[in-house]
């Protein structure tokens, strides 16, 4: 019995590099909660999250309010971040839901709920998933919080210009408010 004793202090010491391994691989995907994460709001988001996102299973996180797809992660989420205010960000509207688009880090985007409080931040590495259809997957989820704005077209703030009396004439190309976000 005491031989047993003085084993069990040696295995553990000698398993305690496979630990350290094997914790390394594991399966829960760091995070840091957004300043609003412990909000009831955001519970109801995340319990209505979808168990894949393109075939990317959801992984475990350490921080409120968040959830990850994917190995490697391909869609970040977090709950809770600072709503933003009117923003010179292109503006998409995915199944009723209005997004921020911040393509800074492309072919990372990241996307930011608008007009819903408190917001959703979703981080998606587009080499690895569609960004639309990661915003498709979430939409029932951030819209169980009621929108309060909505994006607004440069066409709702200023006049449309006259239509061109010459019927030959090209109409002129520009942005899209329903462009397609990311791919």
Known sequence: MVMSMKLRPAAIAALAPLALLLSACSPTVTLTPAPDATSAACAEIIVRLPDTIE????????????????????????????????????????????????????????????????AVEVVIDSELTSGTSALVAIANAVGSL????????????????????DPSAEPSAGPSPSATPAE
């Open 55 to 118: 075939e990317l299973p959801q992984r475990e996180t350490d921080a409120q309010s968040t959830s990850a797809w994917g190995t490697p992660a391909a869609v970040l989420l977090r709950c809770g971040v600072d709503v933003p205010g009117p923003s010179t960000l292109p503006c998409f509207t995915v199944k009723g839901i209005d997004w921020l688009r911040d393509d800074t880090d492309a072919p990372t985007f990241v996307f930011t709920s608008y007009g819903r409080d408190p």
């Open 146 to 165: 009621p929108a309060e704005r909505q994006c607004t077209a440069a066409e709702d703030v200023f006049e449309a210009p006259e239509e061109s009396a």
